[in-house]
């Protein structure tokens, strides 16, 4: 981009949710922010639910990204979309699903032609999603599917860890049945050249986990360790990567242990996400690693049960958009590396 600052677009994600309003209360804390945004909304959506909250949000309509760098010291930009948004906050409307895909696209297709320098998606609600024919997981597999290969990898990342989940959305049981070498071995690859490119860590050290108790306790409890976490910890250090493990899951999150690595690579979802949940609730940030655009989110849900009362905390979206801004610099001194050679 030509500014200085990088410019992250912002979804709506479901407009029951809190999705508007943490973003609202974002742009009031702007002055602190190191990127400029603007949202992918509706307006007058917008505009009532600022009235709602009691907040002072001058709302300005721009019709192209680059206006976002001129307007946002003075008034929250916003690229309209094609939809008329009447949802109450706290209500699910099946009605609502093709805007919020809609705003997930249109950020897409402004990351990947470089209109933005990255993107942030506001929390959706999938059982609605689920009930107008969306037929993925979450926005992990779709981003990965309409900017990637098909195979992304969701990191979640805070101050004090960084987490891996080699599986993600599935149940416990079907988690670790279909865990296999190749899935940790290509989690392991994306993370490593993610911390490097992304990060700025130009030597990353990757642990991982073990799945069984005591990480099998040598096959006494359980055989997923000797047949498929360490064949695939094999394969990775043959190629060099700074990778070491499996690891007992109930010992490798304390402060001492953490400091031995820039991230974890974790066997299922529960198991990487309830560490870093416990140690930055309000500020970790969920980000896709393995596909074409820099992509975070708020790492919470849409919290149906406060929106529009003026109570949901903006710490994790305001993470997550200087996440995005930070990997954007990154990933742009790379570029710029990389052509001087």
């Known amino acids: 981009m030509a500014s200085d600052k990088s410019l992250i677009a912002i979804t709506m994600g479901d407009p029951g949710g809190i999705g508007g309003e943490i ?30 909250i009691s907040m002072n949000c001058p709302i300005e309509v721009i019709s192209e990204p680059g206006q976002a760098l001129q307007v946002f010291a003075n008034s929250l930009p916003i690229l309209p979309l094609s939809y008329q948004i009447d949802t ?4 699910s409307n099946v009605s609502d699903a093709e805007a919020v895909i809609e705003s997930i696209n249109l950020a897409v297709k402004l990351a990947r032609s470089n209109k933005v320098d990255g993107i942030v998606t506001n929390p959706i609600q999938k059982e609605t999603l ?4 969306f037929s993925y997981p979450g926005h992990t597999e779709y981003l990965a599917k309409i900017a990637g290969t098909g195979r992304s990898v969701m990191m979640i990342s805070s101050q004090d860890l960084r987490v891996v ?21 290509h ?50 250090q043959a190629e060099g990567i700074n990778i070491f493990g499996p690891l007992s899951a109930d010992s490798m999150f304390h402060e001492k242990a953490r400091n031995q690595y820039d991230a974890a690579i974790c066997m299922y979802h529960d198991q990487a996400l309830i560490p870093i ?25 849409t919290a149906m049960d406060i929106a529009g009362k003026g109570e949901a905390r903006a710490d994790s979206l305001i993470a997550a958009i200087e996440l995005a801004g930070k990997m954007a610099s990154k990933k742009q001194k790379k570029f710029l590396n990389e052509k001087v050679r």
Do not use: M
Request: with cysteine; charged share 25%.
């Open 23 to 52: 973003s609202i209360k974002a742009w009031e804390r702007r002055r602190a922010l190191s990127p400029v945004f603007f949202l992918l909304d509706c307006p007058k959506r917008i505009e009532r639910l600022a009235e709602k």
């Open 277 to 301: 949940k416990t140690l930055a609730f309000e500020t970790s940030v969920n980000v896709t690693l393995g596909i074409s655009i820099i992509r975070t989110s708020p790492d919470h849900g």
């Open 130 to 133: 689920y009930q107008a024919g």
């Open 165 to 185: 989940p080699v599986t993600t959305h599935l149940p416990l049981g079907e988690a670790i049945e279909s865990l296999k070498i190749e899935d940790i071995v």
């Open 187 to 236: 989690s392991a690859r994306i993370t490593q050249q993610a911390l490097g490119d992304l990060f700025g860590i130009s030597r990353p050290r990757l642990a991982v986990s073990g799945v069984n108790p005591h990480a099998g306790e040598g096959g006494f409890l359980g055989l997923e360790e000797k047949q498929i976490i360490e064949p695939a910890v094999k394969i990775l």
């Open 88 to 91: 109450i906050p706290g209500t």
